[in-house]
């Protein structure tokens, strides 16, 4: 790995199923080598890589890097590429926009509307596993941890049933592209996505709910100006996709990290009051996200004894950082009682994720049931063989199968 990490750019390494399986080796050798690292994203865009704790925490705060695109010199890695209507959202734009948009969501995203969801969410994981418990074998994904989320943030925004495998399905073309996948694939699922939402927005216009989507809506027709009609497609979009991504694969990566752990597996079972600790656990040690969202800086910003150039981009890498031994003893431990675990899996200060509470919850939820109905849990796929999704952005099984 060392040899290669030396020749290639690091980002060469995302087809490779060894790197998927077990990219923190790679990432060990680049936080060694030095606090950042030019590389080349898969498309051919550069960036800078950014992979010690100590520098990529303050740098999620740092009002010097910006999130909007408008901030890109142009050449570097810039995300997708979306209509204005969809690019709206928190995850592009930077204060004062931000603040005003994440005060109008905070209002209605509440920690208490995501725990009302908790008996919903309960009920949703134990009527999925009974139509598996008969089997003996199941593929996770398919069976629960793709279609939990999905219908778990849907119910949350008012989203019909009905377009929930439309949904999962452009989602999927635009986050984990299938080899060969024509471009034109990832501009019909935008396509598709976006008239979906407008779709929602006016039926929900038409008749209001209890639903988050509702709210936001709300808000726009009586307050005038404080929400645009770009900036409510845009936060129905953001809320959507993230409230289905990161779930989908942290349940599969969690899942895994205990099954392949036996003994913290046991220690779960046996004290399941660690269910909370144990997904902060995951969520270090098999953390779904290797990046946060691609920054720029407004300046000249120097990191270590590096100079990014104004404009260029920045990934700050969550996966590194995570198995930092400077800031994590035993980093490559995976300890559910981990009491010291200050990851930054959701983000830090302004940019701090407000979907995460929903995202704990559900992960809680689901795993926990899951080993406590299943006893014998196993693998069903030796851990070298699991198929890994092709994408730098997201780290997730295309299939976890489990016998019981």
């Known amino acids: ?9 690091p980002f060469a390494l995302v087809n490779d199923p060894g790197f998927m399986a077990d990219p ?6 680049l936080r060694t080598a030095g606090p950042v690292r030019w590389a080349t994203t898969p498309d051919g865009s550069p960036v800078w890589l950014v992979t010690r704790y100590a520098d990529v925490r303050p740098l999620l705060n740092d009002p010097r890097l910006s999130i909007s695109k408008r901030n890109s010199s142009g050449g570097g890695y810039r995300g997708f ?3 204005p209507s969809l690019d709206e959202n928190l995850a592009n734009i930077d204060p004062p926009d931000h603040t005003r948009l994440r005060r109008l969501v905070s209002r209605e995203f509440t920690a208490r509307r995501v725990e009302e969801l908790r008996p919903f969410i309960q009920i949703l994981t134990n009527q999925m596993l009974d139509r598996v418990a008969g089997q003996g074998h199941v593929d996770l994904m398919t069976a629960l941890a793709l279609p939990l989320p999905l219908t778990v943030i849907g119910e949350l925004l008012g989203v019909p049933n ?4 439309r949904f999962r399905n452009w989602t999927s073309t635009l986050l984990a592209p299938k080899p060969g996948q024509p471009p034109e694939r990832a501009k019909e699922a935008v396509t598709g996505l976006h008239q979906l939402l407008i779709d929602m927005v006016a039926g929900k216009r038409a008749k209001p709910g209890e639903d988050l989507i509702s709210a936001l809506i709300s808000m726009r027709d009586e307050d005038g100006d404080r929400l645009s009609e770009d900036e409510l497609t845009s936060l129905a979009f953001l809320i959507l996709w993230a409230g289905y991504e990161t779930t989908v694969h942290l349940i599969g990566n969690g899942v895994l990290a205990l099954l392949t752990h036996p003994d913290q597996l046991a220690r779960l079972r046996a004290q399941p009051g660690l269910m909370p600790s144990a997904v902060e656990e995951m969520l270090r040690f098999a953390g779904p996200n290797p990046f946060a969202i691609r ?12 100079i990014i150039p104004t404009g260029d981009t920045v990934l700050l890498c969550l996966a590194a950082s995570h198995r930092d031994p400077s800031r994590f003893p035993d980093a490559d431990l995976f300890d559910v009682g981990r009491e010291d675990n200050a990851h930054l899996a959701f983000g830090h200060g302004i940019h701090h994720c407000l979907g995460s509470a929903l995202a704990r919850l559900e992960t809680e939820i689901a795993v926990g049931t899951l080993v406590s109905r299943f006893p014998d849990l196993a693998l069903n796929t030796p851990v070298d063989q699991l198929a890994w999704l092709p994408s730098f952005r997201s780290r997730g099984l295309q299939e976890l199968p489990l016998t019981f």
């Open 1 to 9: 790995m060392a040899t290669v990490l030396n020749e290639q750019d």
């Open 24 to 29: 923190y080796p790679a990432y060990a050798l």
């Open 81 to 83: 590429a979306l209509p």
């Open 162 to 165: 009905s377009e929930g495998e």
């Open 295 to 306: 920054r720029f800086p407004l300046e000249d910003l120097q990191v270590g004894e590096h």
